[in-house]
């Protein structure tokens, strides 16, 4: 068990709909990060969040949006679904804002029908 | 910009085999660190090594062992008597600051 809960584990939803996933991250640790691995793309950095506050974006499409709340849990909202959505969705969490190496969650794979 | 390169994308051994997994990066970071991954079938990410940019001893730990080679950008990882559970996709990355740039990944497979 690395620390990093992600839930749901597995998701259907159809075209057009909206999800969003949750991630709480290892005790103490205040950044979170979010990634995404599709047949397409391979494993690509979506966003990272730091004690709240968002502190780098990668290859996040804009229907896509994060938060992290007070109690450092995450959100990754994603909307207007579509089919090349379908991925294995990871979250990680790590202690500092710039910390080199960060233990992930067991992902949300996300299926889009 | 960071890249993480995995050239091969299947691997078939015999369990016993020695195999080595091949991964180049390219940085302008100095200062940067390199990771190996492994994801079983079951599809988390299981951290196996990270090595900072300024050592380049090799590491070993049992039968896994890491040759980091800075004047090549080559971070290679070898499985020493493969074992039909070594069986996964393994996956190099580069750290900067703030994110792991990721290879395509290697997918092994061990034949009992």
């Known amino acids: 068990d690395s620390g990093v809960t992600q839930t749901p584990k597995h998701l259907i939803t159809a075209t057009g709909q909206r999800v969003t996933l949750r991630c709480s991250p290892r005790s103490g640790d205040l950044s979170v990060y979010w990634y995404q691995q599709s047949l397409d793309q391979g494993l690509q950095f979506l966003i990272q969040y730091y004690n709240g506050e968002e502190r780098a974006k990668g290859n996040i499409l804009e229907r896509f949006s994060a938060q992290q709340f007070p109690d450092l849990h995450s959100e990754l909202n994603l909307s207007s679904l579509e089919l090349g959505d379908s991925a294995l969705y990871f979250c990680a969490s790590s202690v500092q804002e710039t910390n080199y190496g960060y233990t992930f969650g067991s992902g949300t794979r996300l299926t889009v029908v | ?112």
């Open chain 2, 1 to 112: 910009a960071q890249k993480v390169t995995q050239a091969q994308t299947e691997i078939s051994v015999v369990e016993k085999e020695d195999v080595t997994l091949d991964c180049v990066y390219e940085t302008r970071d100095t200062t940067y660190y390199l990771f190996w991954y492994k994801q079983p079938p079951s599809g988390e990410l299981v951290f196996l090594i990270r090595r900072n940019s300024f050592d380049e001893q090799n590491e070993i730990s049992g039968r896994y062992s890491w040759n980091f080679q800075k004047s090549t950008s080559s971070f290679n990882f070898t499985i020493t008597a493969s074992q039909v559970v070594d069986s996964a996709v393994y996956f190099c990355a580069l750290g900067s600051a703030r994110q792991l740039t990721f290879g395509s990944g290697t997918q092994l497979t061990v034949l009992p």
